[in-house]
């Protein structure tokens, strides 16, 4: 690994650690509650005053939804898969195990960090819960809602889709990351720093020591001889 891209993995890691203890450090989180405040009141007093925002905000959270998240990512996976050719194909499937391993792993890591923190539907007095508004079960609270799993496991996605396909399919990747992640800030389920803060900070920290080293790589690679069907790579 060359000096260059080790300096940029610890440049990221402080800029992580930072990142949470401009959070973590200051009385009722600075500058941090302000802006979590502001952004949770402006969408639950308009869920009040409009309607259908409420009913799209209670659609959005709806538990089936995230079937939706999934088709997206799996869309995007998929325009790449055509392209390729079945050697590549292949390969996509080892990528595609690497991320998902790597998303879970860091997902349970950064849920070891030692923060308890509920989500602002039960942390204020006097809310509007959108399931209650709509009558759709919806989820719009946590009793831990730090780090945002749900945000953190999309952007893992944009990133592996940087790392492998290229910057334009990192920048689609981000659309899904806004159009599938916000609907819970929305809702109140997380607090905007839970995504911005916490998953933030747990993918500058983790992700850039797997998909800024060989771990990736090396990983991908050996799945890609290890998994059973045709095509394998010659050794």
Aim: charged share 15%; aromatic share 14%; net charge positive.
């Amino acid at each position: 690994m060359r000096a260059s891209r080790l300096i940029t993995i610890l440049l990221l890691n402080a800029l992580g650690i930072m990142l949470f203890f401009s959070w973590y450090l200051p009385p009722d989180h600075g500058f941090w509650f302000g802006i979590d405040k502001a952004i949770f009141f402006s969408f639950n007093d308009k869920m009040v005053d409009h309607h259908g925002f409420a009913l799209l905000v209670a659609i959005t959270n709806y538990r089936g939804f995230d079937a939706v998240s999934l088709l997206a990512m799996g869309l995007l996976y998929l325009w790449f898969w055509r392209r390729e050719t079945p050697q590549g194909r292949r390969r996509m499937l080892a990528i595609g195990i690497t991320m998902l391993l790597t998303a879970v792993v860091l997902n349970q890591l950064g849920h070891l960090i030692p923060v308890q923190h509920a989500s602002p539907t039960l942390f204020f007095d006097n809310v509007h819960r959108v399931s209650e508004l709509t009558g759709i079960p919806a989820k719009d609270a946590s009793s831990n809602s730090f780090p945002g799993d749900h945000g953190m496991m999309l952007i893992i996605f944009a990133c592996f889709m940087w790392r492998y396909f290229g910057f334009r399919a990192f920048l689609m990747g981000l659309v899904i990351v806004v159009v599938f992640a916000l609907p819970r800030v929305m809702a109140g389920a997380h607090w905007f720093t839970d995504i911005a803060v916490g998953s933030m900070s747990v993918i500058l920290v983790g992700l850039s020591w797997c998909l800024l080293t060989p771990l990736s790589d090396k990983l991908v690679n050996w799945l890609n001889r290890a998994l059973p069907g045709k095509y394998k790579p010659r050794t």
